[in-house]
C-alpha cells in the first residue's frame, strides 16, 4: 500500500478514536459540544432553585414546525417555570434532588425544546463524580423518569468557565432536549426529569470569551492597511 494511503488510514483511525462518543444512560444519548466558550466572574454557591432562574429563555418545537419561546419567571401558575401556549416547563425546588416537568397540552406533538441559560444567569452542571468548578459542587446529568419508554437525545453546548481560569468541562450554557420519536411528547403527555443546574453571581454575569482572529486574517487585514492607504490619496 502507497505510504500517503496508510498515513491517511492511521490519521482516520487516529480520529475516530480520539472523537468525543456520546454516552448513553437510562435511555438518553448525551452529547457534549465545547462550542462558544462562556465565562462567569463566581458562582452563587451548589444550591440552586427553580425561583433562581428567572429570565431563562426556554424554545419549544412542535410537530408543525412552529416553535414558542417562553422566558422562566419566579413565579407562575403552578410555581416557578417557563409558560407557553399549550406547554410549560416547571421546577419548584433544588434542581439537584427535585425534578423538572415538562407538560404539553397543545394539541400537537412537542418534538424538542431548548433551554438557554445565559438569559437566566443560569450554567448545566453535568459532574456526578467530581467537584468540577469551584462553587458549583456536585452535579447532575440530565436523568427521565424510568418508566419513559422513548429514547430522548440531549446535547450540551458552549461551555463555561470561570474567568481567567481554565475550562473544567462540568459546566455548559445551553441544553438541548430532542424526543428521537418524530411524534415528539404527544399532547396530554408529561416528561418527568432531573437536571442539576448552578448560577452565576452576577446579574448578566455569563459572556462569550473573545476569540482572538486566526493569524493568515490578521496578516490579511495588516497588508490591506496600504492598499486602503492608496486608494484615499488617490
Excluded at 81 to 97: K, N, P, R, V
Excluded at 109 to 123: I, S
Excluded at 195 to 220: E, Y
Aim: net charge negative.
Amino acid at each position: 500500500m502507497p505510504r500517503f494511503a496508510t498515513a491517511v488510514g492511521c490519521l482516520l483511525t487516529l480520529l475516530v478514536v480520539l472523537a468525543p462518543a456520546p454516552a448513553w444512560a437510562d435511555g438518553v444519548t448525551l452529547n457534549f459540544v465545547p462550542g462558544t466558550t462562556y465565562e462567569t466572574d463566581a458562582l452563587t454557591g451548589y444550591t440552586t432553585h427553580g425561583s433562581d432562574m428567572a429570565g431563562m429563555r426556554v424554545t419549544a418545537y412542535f410537530t408543525d414546525g412552529s416553535s414558542q419561546v417562553a422566558f422562566w419567571a419566579e413565579a407562575g401558575i403552578s410555581g416557578p417555570g417557563a409558560y407557553g401556549t399549550g406547554w410549560s416547563l416547571l421546577e419548584d425546588g433544588d434542581t439537584f434532588s427535585s425534578p423538572w416537568f415538562l407538560a404539553n397540552t397543545s394539541g400537537k406533538g412537542l418534538t424538542r425544546f431548548v433551554l438557554d441559560g445565559e438569559f437566566g444567569d443560569t450554567v448545566f452542571d453535568v459532574e456526578n463524580d467530581d467537584f468540577g468548578t469551584a462553587g458549583s459542587y456536585l452535579g447532575l446529568v440530565f436523568t427521565v423518569d424510568p418508566n419513559l419508554k422513548t429514547p430522548i437525545v440531549v446535547t450540551y453546548r458552549d461551555q463555561i468557565r470561570l474567568t481567567g481560569q481554565p475550562v473544567v468541562g462540568d459546566l455548559y450554557r445551553q441544553m438541548e432536549v430532542v424526543f428521537s420519536d418524530p411524534a415528539g411528547l404527544a399532547s396530554g403527555q408529561r416528561l418527568t426529569f432531573w437536571q442539576d443546574t448552578d448560577s452565576s453571581a452576577l446579574d448578566g454575569g455569563i459572556t462569550a470569551v473573545d476569540t482572538p482572529a486566526p493569524p493568515g486574517l490578521l496578516l490579511a487585514l495588516i497588508g490591506a492597511v496600504p492598499l486602503l492607504a492608496r486608494r484615499r490619496r488617490g
